[in-house]
């Protein structure tokens, strides 16, 4: 089993910033893509960012410009910088791994969460 380690989250005020990291361990073959989701009180979860193994990444519209994932191969950790931080920010940001287990296939993995609140 793979598992997620979420740190980072608090509380930030508008304009401000903060920076993510999810770190995954267990008996991984491979990493294939990494990325973050978020889910608002009363909204659907929704795509954040997404980073594959060579380094192409995807943004959901509404954070390009402002938030920059990233992610340490060695390390097996995946990192979201956000700037510019608006309360529409305001969610629980979940990590999500596709990964390859040792004598497995693959499969989706979720971290336990972490709150971001924007908020003067």
């Known amino acids: 089993q793979v598992q997620l380690v979420e740190s980072g989250g608090g509380l930030v005020q508008p304009g401000g910033s903060l920076r993510l990291s999810c770190a995954a361990s267990?008996?991984?073959?491979?990493?294939?893509?990494m990325g973050w989701h978020r889910q608002a009180p009363g909204k659907q979860r929704e795509l954040v960012a997404t980073i594959t193994t060579g380094g192409n990444t995807n943004y959901a519209n509404s954070v390009k410009g402002r938030f920059t994932i990233s992610r340490d191969n060695a390390k097996n950790t995946v990192y979201l910088q956000m700037n510019s931080l608006k309360p529409t920010d305001t969610a629980v940001y979940y990590c999500n791994v596709v990964a390859i287990e040792y004598g497995s296939s693959y499969d989706a993995y979720w971290g336990q969460g972490t709150q971001v609140t924007v908020s003067s």
């Open positions: 267990g008996r991984i073959f491979s990493i294939l893509a």
